[in-house]
């Protein structure tokens, strides 16, 4: 019984491998064609990337420091005033919480009135590039 099992295990495996050997790979060249408006489309974008500037908004500095207070002010932040967006940056060695992104200095200034209750040291900036 052992021996016919053994038998059939052996030329399964022999009938595999003779299978295996007459199998190719599929050889095949693809060429991409690349309409050159997209060329002209990406060439328009990154001249209105550079044009956009940081400078064109105000912001409010919330918070400076460690990376994990940083953290949780954003997230306090956020649940409090949900309806103003707020960000992390990093400027060596500390982490800023930026809020806002305020066309002009006035709607900064209001804007900093209602959060300044609640945070001690903010700061009105207008970022640099």
Known sequence: MRIIATKKIFLSSLLLVALTTKM????????????????????????????L??????????????????????????QEFAAIDATIVFNTPNYKVWIGSFKTRIEAERNLANIKDRYKNVLLIKPSK
Do not use: H, M
């Not at 599929?26 to 044009?51: A, G, M, Y």
């Not at 500037?53 to 500095?61: M, R």
């Open 53 to 78: 500037t940081v400078n064109d908004s105000y912001k409010i500095q919330i918070y400076s420091g460690g990376s994990e207070n940083a953290k949780k002010t954003l997230t306090e932040f956020k």
């Open 24 to 51: 190719k790979a599929q050889d095949q060249n693809i060429s991409i064609s690349q309409d050159p408006k997209f060329e002209q489309l990406l060439n328009e974008k990154r001249k209105i990337n550079t044009s």
